[in-house]
């Protein structure tokens, strides 16, 4: 897969095939995580990759899920991701603002290079932060960031672009599927000038 196609055709995913992962796989998938562009190259992120069942359980009851379509775009029974990875900063670089330009540009290389294996991500920022970081027995220094959860898709999301002044709710139709809404590249894209 060419890396625009990727990009455009990445969606987030809520509902995963029950298929674990392999750690070579998170691993390697982990590495272009790493590999990202780092403010000052102070390189700020350490990462927890999470596949053991019972650590997955705890995680999937920290966090929160598509706010926009709760309860029903939760992953249920069967549905649950199986694989997790937890970006953490450490403290020392929570004093510098560009620490979560770091993050984003982690969590992005993550999320393609895992789309080039079949793995479908969901980035989830609403998390207990604590509690998370005492499953995962993260030190003092650290603080959880952002948790990605990952598996084989079992959903097929679409995107549709939308108006200036339409809706960015995305919602499942009858038959489930996800459909995400996206504002036009004309609409946001500005040449020389505002």
């Avoid at 650590?55 to 694989?83: C, H, L, M, Q, S």
């Avoid at 789309?115 to 970081?133: D, M, N, T, V, Y």
Wanted: glycine letters at 8%; proline letters at 6%.
């Amino acid at each position: 897969m060419k890396v625009y196609d990727a990009i455009i055709s990445r969606r987030t995913i809520r509902k995963f095939q029950q298929k674990p992962i392999k750690l070579t796989s998170l691993k390697r998938i982990l590495n272009a995580g790493r590999l990202a562009p780092s403010a000052g190259n102070l390189q700020p992120l350490d990462y927890v990759i999470a596949v053991d069942s019972t650590v997955r359980e705890k995680i999937f009851t920290n966090v929160r899920w598509a706010g926009y379509i709760r309860p029903r775009g939760d992953p249920g029974y069967g549905e649950k991701p199986t694989a997790y990875i937890i970006i953490c900063v450490n403290k020392e670089n929570l004093l510098v603002p560009y620490y979560k330009y770091d993050v984003g540009a982690s969590a992005e290389n993550i999320t393609l290079a895992a789309l080039e294996k079949g793995i479908g991500c969901c980035w989830i920022g609403s998390f207990r932060r604590k509690k998370i970081e005492n499953i995962l027995k993260i030190p003092g220094g650290y603080r959880a960031d952002l948790v990605l959860a990952l598996g084989y898709p079992l959903e097929d999301p679409v995107h549709f672009e939308i108006g200036k002044n339409q809706t960015i709710v995305y919602h499942k139709d009858a038959s489930g599927v996800l459909h995400v809404p996206k504002r036009k590249l004309d609409d946001i894209a500005h040449i020389n000038y505002f």
